[in-house]
């Protein structure tokens, strides 16, 4: 890491200065009372660098996550239309996505699959992995710039469709995803947010489309970002063995999710490489030490997951 030379013991995670920060109080400081001092600090650093690690706090429990969210964000929201596997520990409290552990899992911004999402998001360190297992970052404004400028302006002019496609016993189920066993319930909420509900006798029980934008301007910088989960949601994001089996099974119209442009028009696989290629540029990675907390800027950053061998336990609040 890059000292970054302010005399207050902030560091950077990247050699050319990019973040996420890392902070740590002094020897001996109560970590409550330094994270209250420290709030504006750190509220300006998240703007800034889109995000902090805090590091050295003496945390070895979820409560005392918690608390330490609650400096910050009194406000947590619950994690509903979802598109992964999560259990809830407590509260309003998550583990991370529980994904095969031989399994990355692509850089993206949190919910930004929707039209609604967490401005924040924290993680907690409960377990190390003992090898991998990392959250890697990006920063969505870098991410933005690097885009190829004609990609950028068909996804700014179309948006990006998301379909999901709901089949008893593959994926999550829509009781799951929305969190109720009642379709009026799932009715309601789709059409709230935009989204087009089509239920079905068979296969798929259930299938939902979505227009959402592709990038987003930050409400209180300004600074234009990529957001959208067009390379993960992607037909192309599965394994090929993965995928081919699913197509002979569902047919291709009935994958789980798929995402499209705006208009419907299929996403160009080189487009999509490119769009990988681009975050995997970007990535910067800190290693988990045990009761480490990350802070994002949901916006500003991307998060994902490397993969791990060993336990590895990780909490997440939204906000």
């Given at each position: 890491m890059k000292h970054s030379g302010d005399g207050e013991g902030i560091e950077v995670a990247s050699q050319d200065g990019r973040g996420p920060v890392l902070l740590r109080p002094g020897e001996g400081a109560d970590p409550y009372l330094w994270l209250a001092e420290s709030r504006p600090r750190i509220d300006e650093l998240l703007t800034t660098y889109g995000g902090v690690v805090l590091r050295n706090l003496g945390l070895n429990s979820v409560s005392e996550f918690n608390r330490v969210v609650q400096i910050f964000s009194s406000d947590l929201i619950e994690y509903v239309h979802r598109s992964t596997p999560r259990t809830k520990v407590g509260g309003k409290l998550y583990t991370a996505t529980e994904y095969p552990a031989d399994r990355t899992i692509p850089l993206?911004?949190?919910?930004?699959?929707?039209?609604?999402?967490?401005?924040?998001?924290?993680?907690?360190?409960?377990?190390?992995?003992?090898?991998?297992?990392?959250?890697?970052?990006?920063?969505?404004?870098?991410?933005?710039?690097r885009i190829d400028p004609a990609v950028r302006e068909k996804f700014e002019r179309t948006g990006v469709l998301y379909v999901r496609n709901f089949t008893d016993g593959i994926d999550l189920s829509w009781q799951e995803v929305f969190q109720t066993t009642e379709r009026a319930v799932v009715e309601e909420y789709c059409t709230a947010h935009g989204i087009e509900v089509e239920w079905g006798s068979g296969s798929p029980v259930l299938r939902t489309r979505q227009h959402c934008r592709a990038t987003l301007a930050h409400p209180h910088t300004g600074e234009l970002v990529w957001f959208n989960q067009a390379h993960l949601f992607h037909a192309s994001a599965l394994a090929p063995e993965e995928q081919g089996s699913l197509v002979n099974e569902l047919g291709?119209?009935?994958?789980?999710?798929?995402?499209?442009?705006?208009?419907?028009?299929?996403?160009?696989?080189?487009?999509?490489?490119?769009?990988?290629?681009?975050?995997?540029?970007?990535k910067v990675v800190i290693p988990w030490q045990r009761g480490d907390i990350m802070m994002l800027d949901n916006l500003l950053f991307a998060h994902g997951r490397n993969p791990y061998q060993g336990a590895r336990k990780t909490i997440v609040a939204m906000s």
């Open positions: 993206h911004n949190e919910n930004s699959y929707t039209d609604s999402w967490p401005s924040r998001i924290y993680f907690y360190c409960a377990v190390a992995a003992k090898q991998g297992g990392e959250t890697p970052t990006a920063d969505s404004r870098r991410v933005y710039q291709i119209d009935n994958l789980p999710r798929n995402a499209f442009y705006g208009n419907g028009d299929s996403i160009e696989p080189a487009v999509l490489e490119h769009i990988r290629e681009v975050y995997e540029q970007e």
